[in-house]
């Protein structure tokens, strides 16, 4: 299943709420994680299921969507979240989306 | 806590082979899958596939069948994957990951560079 992330870079202020969009190639039941990538770190596991927040990471950052199309949504960008973001399906197999830099203007 | 403590960088030839390691910490070895999933600046991340650590059952991702072989030693808790007949297609940073479904443990990563 192919995954398009959108867009590709993005440039937002401290304070700012930030929207990245995920579209699957066919409909993959909410089986949708996102992941933060920071320079030469591991992506880290912040939303599962579409829109469960996992352990650990804070409330700012949520997921929503269905079917196709789903949101990964930062209520109040701060610097610490510069990094590079990918969706991930796992309705069929796995595949990953070609990520969002998301970066400070 | 749960750990995956990949070996370190590797330096190949072209036509030669690697062999990476993923040791698990912090939980029981064989309650979890093990994933392995490339990434490159070009082709971004890539799932390779799979190995059963209780049974040593494997999938592999079609485009890497042939590439790569899953392995596991369950006496010392580590996974292992080898990368056979290296293209410079191949320079990557592998990961391991734990998780069968989202991935929420994963290795530091091994940076694999093939040049001759």
């Known amino acids: 299943i192919q995954m398009t992330q959108s867009p590709s870079l993005l440039s937002a202020s401290v304070g700012d709420r930030v929207t990245l969009s995920c579209k699957a190639g066919?409909?993959?039941?909410?089986?949708l994680a996102w992941y933060q990538q920071k320079l030469g770190e591991a992506p880290k596991l912040l939303i599962y299921?579409?829109?469960s927040l996992q352990t650990g990471i804070p409330s700012r950052f949520s997921g929503s969507g269905s079917g196709t199309d789903y949101t990964l949504t930062i209520s109040s960008l701060q610097p610490e979240d510069v990094a590079t973001y990918f969706c991930?399906?796992?309705?069929?197999?796995?595949?990953f989306g070609g990520g969002t830099k998301l970066e400070l203007k | 806590q749960v750990q995956l403590q990949q070996s370190g960088a590797e330096l190949a030839k072209p036509g030669s082979s690697v062999k990476i390691s993923c040791k698990a910490s912090?939980?029981?070895?064989?309650?979890?899958?093990i994933s392995w999933i490339k990434q490159t600046t070009g082709q971004g991340l890539e799932y390779i596939g799979y190995?059963?650590?209780?049974?040593?059952?494997?999938y592999y991702n079609e485009k890497f069948k042939g590439k790569a072989t899953l392995t596991v030693d369950k006496s010392s808790s580590t996974a292992f994957m080898q990368l056979s007949s290296l293209t410079p297609e191949d320079t990557a940073v592998y990961y391991c990951?734990?998780?069968?479904?989202?991935?929420?443990?994963w290795g530091q990563g091994t940076l694999v560079t093939v040049s001759s």
């Open positions: 990951a734990r998780d069968g479904g989202w991935f929420a443990y």
């Open positions: 912090g939980y029981t070895f064989t309650s979890y899958d």
């Open positions: 190995i059963n650590t209780g049974s040593g059952g494997t």
């Open positions: 066919q409909n993959i039941n909410n089986y």
């Open positions: 299921n579409a829109n």
């Open positions: 991930q399906q796992y309705n069929s197999w796995w595949t």
